[in-house]
């Protein structure tokens, strides 16, 4: 099997987190986030460099304290819609929350991106971590973990299940004979399950890659779990070469232990490279970008994402860090729940515990071009990565990256130099699921 590694591009428009200044660089149009031409660039550049996907992130909540992109983006599957019109094989994954939309109605628009892109759409399940989003939807709280995990697994199934409604030859559309639709082709669902009740059938039928490739972006115990029974690709938070692999090594093993193939699963990890003519100034544009946006408020609010955007702002700085256990449950448990763990562990205050989660940390990606392909060699071979997911501060940053270091990888035969096929699926070497409905009959004989 041939060594490819995958790349999807992350745009964050006029600053995400840890650019809550990027709004102020000259180089980025103030109204980036809101501007459909700002993503048709951004993908349209991604693709001349042959990248995976363009992956387009989403949240339902916000306050004043979020970053910049957060206050102010366009919904992922309306974005996505417009730049398939304008792109022919990058792929175009869009979060969608499976706590916060039905699946019928998710699951059609998810469908109508895939015909109107040719085969090129992904979803990225995720649950929702911001508590404050139950209020939006008419719920005085915010779902339990257990509960939403429940539910994305209930609901990706009955997505599926409602994407085979239409078997590939159900419109014979014979002039002749009259025939439109072939009912026997068209299957209703009929679910009804802990979380759903959902008869079909759905109104739309498969793409060229069968169904939209299901992403999701696990941490947890029950976010990898969920993963390993259901996404073909995962984004993963990266941290240390060592982290990385015990993470894709426990994807991995989790994957197969589910009964499915491995290979089945794209692990992407997070980069954010930094390219310039040589290490050192790479390194000092790092240190600096980090300077712009370390401020303590912002990172006092940073910090209470993890806990349900949970105000930190009422207590003492400088006493021990507050018993905030209870709000770990309905937020990013996982990160959550280590913050406190240190807290309590090395006796930390609320300042202490602010500053340490938002300190200056090197990313690995950052150097002359050929520093950072190394790097990327280095971690494709360590088993930390199938691709990557690069977020990118401005298009300098991207033509840096693209010019520079794609090159070198396609030169040592570690990226594609042309696309291998017209849909998402086949560019990340993903089989195309069979119609279940076709399938059983062909294995009754029929």
């Known amino acids: ?108 628009r998810f469908a109508s991106l895939d015909l109107i892109s040719g085969g090129r759409a992904g979803w990225n399940v995720v649950t929702s971590f911001d508590t404050g989003t139950s209020k939006n939807f008419g719920l005085d709280e915010h779902l339990d973990y257990a509960t939403r995990y429940g539910r994305a697994l209930e609901f990706v199934q009955v997505a ?12 014979p559309a014979d002039v002749e004979r009259g025939v439109f639709l072939d009912p026997e082709r068209l299957h209703a669902l009929d679910h009804e399950g802990e979380h759903f009740k959902v008869a079909g059938p759905l109104n739309i039928s498969r793409s060229a890659q069968g169904q939209p490739v299901i992403f999701q972006a696990g941490v947890s115990a029950e976010g990898r779990d969920l993963a390993a029974r259901v996404a073909e690709g995962i984004y993963a938070p990266g941290g240390t070469l060592e982290q990385a692999q015990e993470y894709y090594a426990d994807i991995k093993k989790r994957t197969a232990a589910h009964g499915r193939d491995p290979e089945h699963i794209k ?47 009422v207590h003492d700085l400088d006493a021990p860090f507050p018993d905030v256990a209870h709000l770990a449950e309905k937020g990013g448990r996982t990160g959550a729940t280590k913050i406190i763990e240190r807290a309590r562990e090395e006796k930390l205050t609320l300042r202490q515990v602010a500053e340490g989660a938002n ?30 997911n690069l977020a990118f501060r401005n298009n300098d940053d991207l033509e840096l990256f693209v010019d520079g270091v794609v090159p070198l990888l396609q030169k040592r035969g570690l990226f594609r130099t042309e696309y291998e096929a017209d849909t998402l699926r086949g560019n990340l070497g993903l ?8 399938r059983e009959r062909e294995l009754a004989g029929g």
């Open 267 to 313: 692990v992407f990890i997070h980069g954010g490279p930094i390219v310039a003519a040589t290490d050192e100034a790479a390194r000092r544009r790092e240190r600096e970008i980090f300077e712009e946006d370390n401020d303590f408020e912002r990172n006092l609010a940073l910090l209470g994402r993890s806990f349900g955007a949970y105000d930190f702002s």
């Open 1 to 108: 099997m041939s060594r490819r590694i995958h790349l999807a591009l992350h745009p964050y428009g006029v600053g995400g987190p840890g650019q809550h200044g990027l709004w102020k660089d000259p180089r980025v149009a103030k109204n980036a986030s809101i501007d459909i031409n700002y993503y048709i660039q951004q993908a349209q550049a991604a693709e001349h460099a042959l990248f995976d996907a363009l992956f387009v992130v989403d949240s339902q909540f916000i306050n004043s304290t979020y970053p910049s992109h957060y206050l102010n983006r366009l919904e992922p599957l309306t974005l996505l819609s417009a730049v398939a019109t304008h792109t022919r094989h990058i792929g175009l994954v869009g979060t969608a929350s499976s706590t916060y939309n039905s699946p019928f109605n998710l699951a059609r």
């Open 160 to 171: 599926r299940g409602l994407w085979d409604s239409y078997e590939d030859d159900a419109f």
């Open 431 to 438: 089989p195309i699921p069979a119609n279940r409905h076709t």
């Open 359 to 388: 300190a200056f940390r090197r990313s690995p990606f950052v150097g002359a071009p050929e520093t950072v392909a190394d790097t990327i060699e280095q971690w494709y071979d360590a088993g930390t990565l199938d691709g990557i």
